[in-house]
């Protein structure tokens, strides 16, 4: 083969060690190279046929395999007939294993399941914001969870906490002025979450944001008797939904994401 050649061997897709290697090769500026990625190695068949194309080919193998008893094998074959044979992870999951004094799981593709766990909570977190306080009531079909509720019921905080959990929300803010989308009353009654919270509670939450906005208290904002008509309507949006409510009165968010997170797993829809 004209070209260097090196195999890189992984019990899971071996991006890692195709990364360690090509920032290796960058380092050296003999021209190109040929880099041939075997995947999901499970037996020693398949480990015992990428030695004899090395051979063949007179290549160099780089690899990442999590199995202690595959990687012996590897590499004893691998010096049996002198071929250049490089353990990316082993050296290190070996001082770790030392200086942890635990041992490793062994699993292949963790690093994988990590990633794909990241993304999706990324992706939820991206998709709480798209579809935070109504903005677009398309989310409500998309969503794992709806939350409604008046305004300062910590709607859009809980959308951020249970994002961080993998779950997409989109949250509704119920006001007696405007008619709820529509879609609300076509998902699962299971999927929305009623934030229920007392009269004087609220008051006392909107005369802070008030002064928090340098606004004086007597704005109809904090006035208990529109308070009191919002959470009239509230209670009528929800019990025409038949979604279950919880109250948030004296919770944490923490709390009521933690009540939520229970209920969804007793009802999954």
């Known amino acids: 083969m004209s070209k260097p050649l090196i195999y890189i061997l992984s019990d899971s897709v071996g991006e890692t ?7 290796a090769l960058s ?10 990625r075997i995947p999901y190695v499970e037996d020693r068949g398949t480990i015992n046929e990428t030695i004899a194309q090395a051979r063949e080919y007179n290549a160099m193998i780089g690899f990442t395999l999590v199995i202690p008893e595959f990687r012996e094998y590897l590499l004893k074959r691998a010096e049996e007939y002198n071929l250049e044979c490089i353990d990316i992870m082993g050296p290190m999951m070996e001082a770790m294993q030392r200086y942890l004094k635990t041992d490793p799981r062994l699993e292949p593709g963790l690093v994988h399941k990590l990633d794909e766990d990241y993304f999706k909570r990324v992706e939820a977190i991206e998709f709480a914001v798209k579809y935070d306080d109504g903005r677009d009531s398309r989310g409500i079909t998309k969503a794992d969870i709806v939350l409604i509720g008046v305004s300062r019921t910590s709607k859009t905080p809980l959308s951020q906490y249970l994002a961080h959990k993998r779950l997409k929300v989109a949250n509704v803010p119920i006001v007696p002025e405007v008619d709820p989308p529509e879609e609300l009353f076509k998902v699962a009654p299971s999927k929305c979450i009623g934030l229920k919270i007392s009269p004087e509670k609220l008051n006392d939450i909107r005369k802070e944001r008030l002064k928090s906005l340098g606004l004086g208290e007597e704005a109809s904002y904090a006035n208990i008797d529109r308070i009191e008509q919002e959470i009239e309507h509230f209670n009528a949006v929800v019990e025409r939904i038949g979604c279950q409510v919880i109250d948030v009165s004296h919770k944490a968010v923490e709390e009521t994401a933690n009540v939520i997170v229970n209920k969804m797993r007793e009802n999954p829809s």
Not at 17 to 23: G, N, R, T
């Open 17 to 23: 060690a195709e990364l360690v290697v090509k920032a």
């Open 27 to 36: 380092q050296f500026d003999d021209g190109p190279f040929e880099i041939q």
